[in-house]
């Protein structure tokens, strides 16, 4: 069963945007914190950004400035907008709910930044 459903993702020049998105389902979306993270072949998956149930926003500090995660409580849904993208971008993302020790990804789709 798939609960969260990814979309957005693709190939950028360096400099570009992409927005992706991740459909919850509404038990999901309403009771887990929601977040984004990101893994390159060989290396570990990494934390760009949450939001939660009231909002509230958070950020890796590399992430600040140039990412920005906000949703859509009508269409259950939680967005990561990307601007002035760089090669080193280039990875898998993935949508994740959280909720005390429940972890649910997404399946994951492929930015990739190149000119």
């Known amino acids: 069963q798939v609960q969260l459903v990814e979309s957005g993702g693709g190939v950028v020049q360096p400099g570009g945007s992409l927005r992706l998105s991740c459909t919850a389902s509404?038990?999901?979306?309403?009771?887990?914190?929601m977040g984004w993270y990101r893994q390159v072949p060989g290396k570990e998956r990494e934390w760009i950004a949450s939001?939660?149930?009231?909002?509230?926003?958070e950020y890796a500090n590399s992430m600040k400035g140039r990412f920005t995660i906000s949703r859509d409580v009508a269409k259950t849904t939680v967005y990561l907008q990307m601007n002035s993208l760089k090669s080193e971008d280039t990875a898998v993302y993935y949508c994740?709910?959280?909720?005390?020790?429940?972890?649910?990804w997404g399946q994951g789709t492929q930015v990739v930044v190149s000119s």
């Open positions: 509404r038990r999901i979306f309403s009771l887990y914190a």
């Open positions: 939001i939660r149930n009231s909002g509230h926003t």
């Open positions: 994740n709910a959280q909720r005390f020790d429940s972890s649910i």
